[in-house]
C-alpha cells in the first residue's frame, strides 16, 4: 500500500538555526498537510496546501514557517530561526480527493537545543 | 469553533476483555470522523472513518465505531483487545465534502496487562 515518507525520522538543531522537513505524499494525491505535535500534546494543523499554493494556514503558521512544491513528488516544511519551542513531531498528511481520508507519514522529531 | 473532546486520558484494560474509547465533538454540522492510532514512535494509522450512510463503521484490526448523532459521539469499540492494540488513539473530524484540516481530540493512550 502507498505510504506518505517522511525524513529525516529524527532531526536535532540548534537553536537559531533553519531546518528543512522534507514530505513525500502518495504519488496521486493532490492535497497536502503539515500538523505538529508538541510532546503530550495533541496533534496541531499547521498549513494545507493544494494546487501550488497554500489553502489554509493556522495561527502558528507564522513567518518563520514556509512550504514548498519544489518537484512532483517533495513537499517541504521549512522552519527559520527556530525557537526552543518548536520541538515536536512534524507529521505530513496526503489525500486524493476531498472526499477521501488523509493518510499520515512517520513524523520528523524535530528537537532544538 | 469545532472542537473534539476525548474525555479518557488514559485507559488500561486486561487482554481480551472488550473496549470502548469515547469522542464527542462539537461542529454545525455532521462532520466527517476518523479514528486514527499512533503507536510509540511512529506515525498516525487510519483506522477506520465515518462519511455517511451506516452509522456502525468496520476499520482495520478489529475495530468498529458508531456514530450517533444525538449524542454528537464516534465511540470506538473492539470487542477483545490484544497485547499489540497498547497505542495512543486519537479522534479526529473534518469538515464534510472539504479538503481542510482535521482537528484532533487530545488522545487516550491505551494500556493492556496480560
Given at each position: 500500500e502507498p505510504e506518505v515518507t517522511q525524513t529525516p525520522s529524527h532531526q536535532v538543531t540548534q537553536m537559531g538555526q533553519e531546518v528543512?522537513?522534507?514530505?513525500?505524499?502518495?504519488?496521486?494525491?493532490?492535497?497536502?498537510?503539515?500538523?505538529r505535535q508538541i510532546l503530550g500534546q495533541k496533534v496541531e494543523f499547521l498549513v494545507s496546501f493544494y494546487n501550488n499554493?497554500?489553502?489554509?494556514?493556522?495561527?502558528?503558521f507564522d513567518d518563520q514557517f514556509s512550504v514548498e512544491r519544489p518537484d512532483g513528488s517533495n513537499f517541504t516544511l521549512k522552519i527559520r530561526s527556530t525557537k526552543l519551542e518548536?520541538?515536536?513531531?512534524?507529521?505530513?498528511?496526503?489525500?486524493?480527493?476531498?472526499?477521501?481520508?488523509q493518510h499520515f507519514g512517520d513524523g520528523t522529531r524535530l528537537s532544538i537545543l | 469553533a469545532q472542537s473534539v473532546t476525548q474525555p479518557d486520558i488514559h485507559i488500561t484494560v486486561s487482554e481480551g476483555a472488550s473496549l470502548e474509547l469515547r469522542c464527542n465533538y462539537s461542529?454545525?454540522?455532521?462532520?466527517?470522523?476518523f479514528w486514527y492510532v499512533q503507536s510509540p514512535g511512529q506515525g498516525l494509522q487510519l483506522l477506520l472513518k465515518y462519511f455517511s450512510g451506516d452509522t456502525l463503521v468496520q476499520g482495520i484490526k478489529g475495530f468498529e465505531a458508531e456514530f450517533k448523532r444525538s449524542q454528537s459521539s464516534f465511540n470506538l469499540r473492539k470487542p477483545s483487545v490484544h497485547w499489540s492494540d497498547a497505542a495512543e488513539y486519537f479522534?479526529?473530524?473534518?469538515?464534510?465534502?472539504?479538503?481542510?484540516?482535521?482537528?484532533?481530540?487530545?488522545?487516550?493512550?491505551?494500556?493492556?496487562?496480560p
Amino acid at each position: 500500500e502507498p505510504e506518505v515518507t517522511q525524513t529525516p525520522s529524527h532531526q536535532v538543531t540548534q537553536m537559531g538555526q533553519e531546518v528543512i522537513l522534507r514530505c513525500v505524499p502518495i504519488s496521486n494525491h493532490l492535497y497536502f498537510y503539515w500538523y505538529r505535535q508538541i510532546l503530550g500534546q495533541k496533534v496541531e494543523f499547521l498549513v494545507s496546501f493544494y494546487n501550488n499554493e497554500i489553502s489554509e494556514k493556522s495561527e502558528i503558521f507564522d513567518d518563520q514557517f514556509s512550504v514548498e512544491r519544489p518537484d512532483g513528488s517533495n513537499f517541504t516544511l521549512k522552519i527559520r530561526s527556530t525557537k526552543l519551542e518548536d520541538s515536536a513531531m512534524y507529521f505530513c498528511a496526503s489525500r486524493a480527493t476531498s472526499n477521501q481520508p488523509q493518510h499520515f507519514g512517520d513524523g520528523t522529531r524535530l528537537s532544538i537545543l | 469553533a469545532q472542537s473534539v473532546t476525548q474525555p479518557d486520558i488514559h485507559i488500561t484494560v486486561s487482554e481480551g476483555a472488550s473496549l470502548e474509547l469515547r469522542c464527542n465533538y462539537s461542529y454545525g454540522a455532521t462532520p466527517y470522523l476518523f479514528w486514527y492510532v499512533q503507536s510509540p514512535g511512529q506515525g498516525l494509522q487510519l483506522l477506520l472513518k465515518y462519511f455517511s450512510g451506516d452509522t456502525l463503521v468496520q476499520g482495520i484490526k478489529g475495530f468498529e465505531a458508531e456514530f450517533k448523532r444525538s449524542q454528537s459521539s464516534f465511540n470506538l469499540r473492539k470487542p477483545s483487545v490484544h497485547w499489540s492494540d497498547a497505542a495512543e488513539y486519537f479522534c479526529a473530524v473534518g469538515p464534510p465534502g472539504s479538503a481542510r484540516q482535521l482537528t484532533f481530540g487530545s488522545g487516550t493512550q491505551l494500556t493492556v496487562l496480560p
